[in-house]
């Protein structure tokens, strides 16, 4: 009799330890693929998650690997799943498909190039975009050479009331956005490009490919012209430009790890976020030859100096 | 021609032995610091450390968690932290040991350029901000991270002599005060808390981040970071050689372009 009490008793045990781990709410991060900045947001995460602050609740990541099937997979899994209560996307690939399979529990975006291309405008997604808001960037460039007063940028047809809202806001720290059209042909983008150095003091270089092309041309003309140039990514400035200024993704898993609480304790103010933290690099050599000498603390506070 | 071999091969073991036990490792986190240029800070202190021939290992963290966890993997022999972590982390072990690889009869601290051991938070929004005094805040606020412990650094180090409504307030935590500045002058917060060092080096270069801000609150003094011995099976003399090195930084050139660019004048010796 004792030993049926006994094992009733471990049988009541082993059911309520299973009532427990079944009952934990869940959280997910699921990554597009093996990407190393997927790790540092995922890092980010997992250090600010406080204990105290969300309890009963566990982070299980999932990395599609690029393959849609167990991608499919996955996601069949989440629908039938009713412990998750929210769920993290990195890249494009596994952040479109989920915010198009799940609509009823908040999708949380990161590490999108330009997410404005996807269909990630839902109720229930959010997100952190991945870049750096333009105004931070044009701002190191007053950081190293306070002198600068205009700041040339190139602009395409849907980009220019989104460089008109950045000239606004960047007169309030001194600066001047001249923003100057692509020119029609490519051709001719050579002679626009030596237009804008003649009349600028500084060139904010973007993503567009007909720059891209161009970098060489640009590059020399600069120095030439001893024109700084901010771009958009470190590899370019250990290839010659001046600076840049890009994302630092660790902070991002923090910023993500805030909108986690935001939505659980339903204080959500807005659901797309810009990154917070950033990553500097500058190139000594271009720095030298432009005979630029910015203050002590501005060369403290670069992460990344190519000498 | 044979032992030849055997006697070269035993004298590179000696000396390969002989520069493991001699190497030693420091690792390093300070988010109120004015330096986020690692490489440069790494170099400095490397060309610091040639002038005693001697190879440290300094590793740098950008954040507590990381180090810590780090710290449990491959055992430091020290730890320059903040002191808040130095002093949580020590009651941490003690109350799960009752015993503490953080020793407190060898912790060193620096004197600042100002002339004190400590610095303060300030908390600073627009000039244009409805916001006059730290109690109208609201919102979301940026501060570096300390760790998951954060919310108390900064409850009893920075608000503990006001009785701020927490829950009327969001924690937006960067790792860096530039990243602080470019959130509040860029309006992605109501308010950022950062450190006195870094306000008070951009403002006397009247820079464009401290222009149209104010000051609507200082905290009390914050003891700086402290270098604390995590080893205790260190050898005596690496222990003294630390010792040495750091409470004589600012005797020599080398030394004083590494305190310079810490933002200190010299090292203590203390007791916590």
């Given at each position: 009799m004792v030993k049926y009490k006994f094992i009733g008793l471990i049988l009541l045990i082993i059911f309520i330890g299973i009532s427990t781990i079944s009952a934990n709410k869940e959280i997910l991060i699921i990554k597009s693929n093996d990407n190393i900045y997927f790790d540092r947001m995922t890092d980010g995460i997992n250090n600010s998650f406080d204990k105290s602050g969300i309890s009963n609740t566990i982070i299980k990541e999932y990395n599609l690997l690029g393959d849609i099937k167990y991608a499919m997979d996955v996601l069949n899994d989440i629908q039938a799943n009713t412990n998750v209560i929210l769920i993290v996307t990195f890249g494009a690939r596994a952040s479109e498909l989920v915010a198009n399979r799940i609509l009823n529990i908040p999708v949380i975006f990161a590490g999108v190039l330009n997410y404005?291309?996807?269909?990630?405008?839902?109720?229930?997604?959010?997100?952190?975009?991945?870049?750096?808001?333009?105004?931070?960037?044009?701002?190191?460039?007053?950081?190293?050479?306070?002198?600068?007063?205009?700041?040339?940028?190139f602009s395409r047809d849907f980009e220019k009331k989104y460089y008109e809202e950045k000239k606004a806001e960047l007169k309030n720290i001194g600066l001047d956005l001249i923003i100057y059209d692509f020119p029609d042909r490519t051709s001719r983008l050579r002679k626009s490009i030596r237009d804008l150095f003649n009349s600028c003091d500084a060139f904010y270089f973007t993503s567009d490919i007909s720059l891209l092309n161009e970098f060489e041309y640009i590059y020399r003309q600069a120095d030439k012209s001893k024109i700084p140039v901010l771009a958009f990514s470190s590899e370019l400035v250990k290839a010659g430009f001046l600076a840049s200024v890009s994302v630092d993704y660790y902070t991002i898993g923090v910023q993500i790890y805030n909108i986690i609480n935001q939505i659980l304790n339903n204080r959500v103010e807005k659901n797309i976020h810009t990154p917070l933290?950033?990553?500097?690099?500058?190139?000594?050599?271009?720095?030298?030859?432009?005979?630029?000498?910015?203050?002590d603390y501005a060369l403290r506070m670069i992460e990344e100096i190519f000498e | 021609m044979k032992s030849k071999i055997i006697i070269i091969t035993l004298i590179i073991l000696i000396l390969l032995v002989n520069s493991v036990l001699f190497t030693w490792s420091i690792y390093y986190y300070n988010p109120d610091s004015n330096i986020t240029n690692y490489n440069l800070l790494t170099r400095i202190f490397n060309d610091y450390c040639r002038l005693y021939e001697e190879d440290i290992n300094l590793q740098t963290f950008i954040n507590i968690d990381t180090l810590f966890n780090q710290a449990g993997i491959e055992q430091p022999d020290f730890m320059l932290i903040p002191y808040f972590n130095y002093v949580l982390k020590k009651n941490e072990l003690l109350a799960a040991t009752g015993n503490s690889t953080l020793k407190s009869s060898n912790v060193l601290t620096p004197i600042l350029k100002s002339g004190k051991q400590t610095y303060k938070k300030i908390v600073l929004v627009l000039n244009t901000s409805s916001y006059n005094v730290i109690l109208d805040v609201a919102g979301n606020i940026g501060s570096v991270s300390y760790g998951i412990e954060s919310q108390n650094f900064i409850k009893e180090y920075i608000f503990s002599e006001v009785d701020i409504n927490f829950d009327n307030i969001n924690f937006v935590w960067v790792r860096k005060d530039i990243d602080n500045l470019y959130a509040l002058m860029f309006n992605q917060v109501n308010a950022i808390i950062v450190s006195d060092k870094v306000y008070n080096e951009l403002k006397d270069d009247n820079n464009f981040l401290v222009q149209n801000v104010k000051v609507i609150y200082e905290s009390a003094d914050i003891p700086e970071v402290v270098v604390t011995l995590t080893n205790d099976e260190i050898d005596s003399k690496i222990l003294a050689k630390t010792k040495e090195m750091f409470l004589n930084m600012h005797l020599t050139k080398e030394g004083q372009e590494l305190l310079n660019l810490l933002g200190y004048k010299k090292w203590l010796s203390i007791s916590l």
């Open positions: 404005q291309r996807y269909d990630l405008n839902k109720d229930n997604i959010y997100g952190v975009s991945n870049e750096i808001d333009m105004k931070i960037n044009v701002s190191l460039l007053k950081m190293l050479n306070a002198e600068i007063s205009k700041v040339g940028v933290g950033t990553f500097s690099s500058l190139n000594m050599q271009t720095l030298n030859n432009l005979e630029l000498t910015p203050p | -």
